[in-house]
C-alpha cells in the first residue's frame, strides 16, 4: 500500500530564516506530487505541483521554490520566511491515471516569529 | 466568483440527525469531483468521490448536479466522530485540485 511521509511535523523559525520541507511517497512510482498551504481557518492554498523529476509548475508567486530530485521526493524550501508563510503545509500524491484523487501527508506545522 | 463555494456552516446537530452540506462549482469544464473530510489540525482525508449518477457508501450519499453545477453531500443518522470540516474538491484537468473552503460540522450528544 502507499504511504507519504512529511517531516518534520511541527516547526517554528524566525523570520528571515531558510526553510526545507520534506515530503516522500512510498509504494507507488512516478505518481503527480502537490504541495499545499492552509493558513489558520482557512481553505488550502495551492502552492506547486509536479508531474516527474525535475519538473514543478508553480501556482502563486512567493518567496517559496519546490523541488522534485527523485521520483518519490518532493521538496519545499524558502531561502528567506516571512511572517506570511506560517501555516499548515500539506503535500499530496496522485497516482497518474487522470482524474485521480490525491492523499495527503500528516502535513507540518510551521510558525514564523 | 469563486471557482468552489461551500455553505459557509457551522452546522451544530444532535447526534441521529440528517445533515446536508451543498457544493457549487464555477467552472463548467469540471471533469471530477470528491467530498474530504479534514479533522482538526490533521490532513484532509478523502471521504467519497461523486460519480454523476450519485453513489452512497454506508450512512453517507453524493449527488452531483452538473447542469447546475452542484454538489451535495448528505449524512444519515450522525455520529458524534463525524464532527469536522467537509471540503468539496473540483477538478478541471486531472491534476488541477481545486479546494471548497469547507464546512464545519458539529454532532452534539
Known amino acids: 500500500s502507499q504511504t507519504i511521509h512529511q517531516w518534520p511535523a511541527t516547526l517554528v523559525q524566525p523570520v528571515g530564516s531558510p526553510l526545507s520541507l520534506e515530503c516522500t511517497v512510498e509504494?507507488?512510482?512516478?505518481?503527480?506530487l502537490y504541495w499545499y498551504r492552509q493558513a489558520a481557518g482557512r481553505g488550502l492554498q495551492l502552492l506547486f505541483y509536479?508531474?516527474?523529476?525535475?519538473?514543478i509548475s508553480s501556482e502563486v508567486p512567493q518567496n517559496l521554490s519546490a523541488s522534485r530530485p527523485q521520483d518519490r521526493q518532493f521538496i519545499l524550501s524558502s531561502k528567506k520566511l516571512l511572517l506570511s508563510d506560517s501555516g499548515f503545509y500539506l503535500c499530496a500524491w496522485q497516482g497518474q491515471r487522470s482524474y485521480n484523487e490525491q492523499f495527503f501527508g500528516p502535513g507540518t506545522r510551521l510558525t514564523v516569529l | 466568483r469563486k471557482e468552489v463555494e461551500q455553505d459557509p456552516g457551522p452546522f451544530n446537530v444532535p447526534e441521529g440527525a440528517t445533515v446536508a452540506f451543498n457544493c457549487t462549482y464555477s467552472n463548467s469544464a469540471s471533469q471530477s469531483f470528491f467530498w474530504y473530510r479534514q479533522d482538526c489540525r490533521k490532513e484532509p482525508k478523502l471521504l467519497m468521490s461523486?460519480?454523476?449518477s450519485g453513489n452512497e457508501d454506508g450512512r453517507f450519499t453524493a449527488q452531483l448536479n452538473r447542469a447546475s453545477q452542484y454538489i451535495s453531500l448528505l449524512i444519515r443518522d450522525s455520529k458524534l466522530s463525524d464532527s469536522a470540516t467537509y471540503l468539496c474538491?473540483?477538478?478541471?484537468?486531472?491534476?488541477?485540485?481545486?479546494f471548497g473552503p469547507g464546512t464545519r460540522l458539529s454532532v452534539l450528544p
Open positions: 474538491v473540483v477538478t478541471i484537468y486531472g491534476q488541477n485540485f481545486v
Open positions: 461523486v460519480y454523476s
Open positions: 509536479s508531474v516527474g523529476i525535475g519538473q
Open positions: 509504494g507507488t512510482s512516478n505518481p503527480n
